[in-house]
């Protein structure tokens, strides 16, 4: 009866995430036992358990908080991890080249304009060459330009003479431009060139900061122009693009909170914010694209990654835990809490409280103690079940282990 009392007074509950310690939102903190700050009593021994630091770190055992959640008033969606394109770079060569040496490995990082490999093409030292006789020519071509200008303000040469030599200069500065251009789109060295410095191999570089997601190359191949070689992406403005169907997108606002979890890791949780609702209507899934942003800046996140999001239309909020911290026993619902007062480097003492639930959504369960816990409390959520265990092999030998 009082487990249905209780949940009869849930109701409108929240969304946000469950967290050890070392990462947790600004929004955990406060529960409804927020106002009982003594330490936990134990009513009966058959509620409390002793485990050493060995045994909890056999049993992966681990701890964190209550936190606040939003599990009703929520809009659910999914979509991708995306980048935008001037965060990701598909890198090719302007010219074909047979790939002398590969600089970088999948995965590495890169900044602006590091070599990623070496191709070689001995078109290319004739280039080289085109460029240092046309540059010696050149010149000659400036002098006699300039010498011809001279010549004609003192009204020595002719019209036709002057224009000539100009014409011949303009020609000249564009071939040589041109040249120049080719080069250091094969990124020369233009100084070590007018050098002699002669070379049949060229560079190709990475546009962009970021890590190498693709390869698509490997020693000795030929390569051909505009082939793409390696795809360079900067996940530090990795996104997410969500899908909101038709009769939700008028709830969508820009600078509301997003909760998400990826497919490869369900048990953790994401934090984003809306900063773009899209104006293209979908009209084969009817749905609108929502754009949002990474504000809690996890590692491990990939484009292209699935994504299950809640989007938050309101805050209202209520103390939450994973379903993993919680223990059914007895058609009862229990968590373990850490009896700070007798717990020790050695050892740590926990003590079963019992629940009452609410909603649940993304792993996540809405409760309401039983009884008074200390502010803040250590509640045990992955492992549960091994130390309830423990608790009943300790059967009429005080629980103590």
């Known amino acids: ?48 358990v002793r485990l050493t630091t060995g045994q909890i770190e056999i049993m992966k055992i681990s701890m964190g908080s209550f ?20 965060n990701k770079a598909s890198v090719s060569t302007i010219l074909s080249g047979r790939v002398k ?8 990082q890169v900044k602006k304009g590091q070599v990623l490999a070496i191709l070689e093409n001995p078109e ?34 002719s019209v ?67 082939q793409e070689m390696f795809e360079i992406v900067d996940n530090d403005h990795i996104h997410m693009d969500l899908l909101v169907y038709e009769k939700d997108i008028d ?15 369900p048990e953790n949780v994401f934090y984003g914010k809306v900063f773009a609702v899209g104006r293209a209507f979908q009209s084969e899934i009817k749905a609108v694209k929502v754009h949002a942003e990474i504000t809690s800046k996890p590692t491990g996140l990939l484009p292209g990654m ?16 994973p379903e993993s911290a919680i223990i059914e026993e007895g058609g009862l619902s229990y968590i373990f809490v850490v009896n700070e007062s007798k717990s020790n480097e050695d050892y740590v003492s926990f003590n079963k409280i019992e629940i009452n639930t609410g909603a649940s959504d993304m792993g996540f369960v809405e409760v309401v103690t039983a009884q008074p816990v200390p502010t803040h409390p250590k509640v045990v ?21």
């Open 251 to 265: 709830k969508v606002k820009i600078d509301q909170k997003v909760v998400f979890s990826i497919s490869t890791h």
């Open 101 to 108: 040496e590969i600089m970088v490995m999948e995965g590495s």
């Open 381 to 401: 959520i992955h492992g549960a079940y091994y130390i309830l265990a423990e608790m009943n092999k300790g059967e009429g030998s005080g629980h103590n282990h």
């Open 67 to 86: 936190m606040n959640m939003n599990v009703t008033t929520t809009i659910k969606s999914n979509g991708q991890l995306e980048l935008p394109p001037q």
């Open 1 to 48: 009866m009082k487990k249905a009392l209780y949940k009869a007074f849930l109701f409108l509950l929240p969304i946000i995430s469950f967290g050890c310690s070392t990462a947790e939102p600004d929004s955990q903190n406060k529960t409804i036992s927020e106002d009982h700050t003594h330490e936990l009593e134990d009513s009966s021994n058959d509620y409390t």
């Open 124 to 157: 290319v030292i004739e280039l080289q060459e085109e460029y240092i006789r046309h540059t010696s020519e050149f010149e000659f071509i400036k002098n006699d330009y300039l010498r011809k200008k001279e010549l004609y303000k003192d009204s020595i040469n």
């Open 306 to 321: 699935y994504v299950d999001a809640r989007i938050i239309i309101d805050s209202n909020e209520t103390q939450s835990v």
């Open 160 to 226: 036709k003479e002057f224009q000539k030599a100009k014409a011949e200069y303009q020609m000249a500065l564009a071939k040589q431009q041109g040249l120049k251009a080719k080069l250091q789109l094969l990124n020369y060295s233009i100084s070590e060139v007018e050098k002699g410095v002669v070379s049949s191999s060229f560079n190709v570089i990475s546009p962009i900061e970021g890590y190498v997601r693709l390869i698509e190359v490997n020693m000795g191949k030929f390569v051909e122009q505009k």
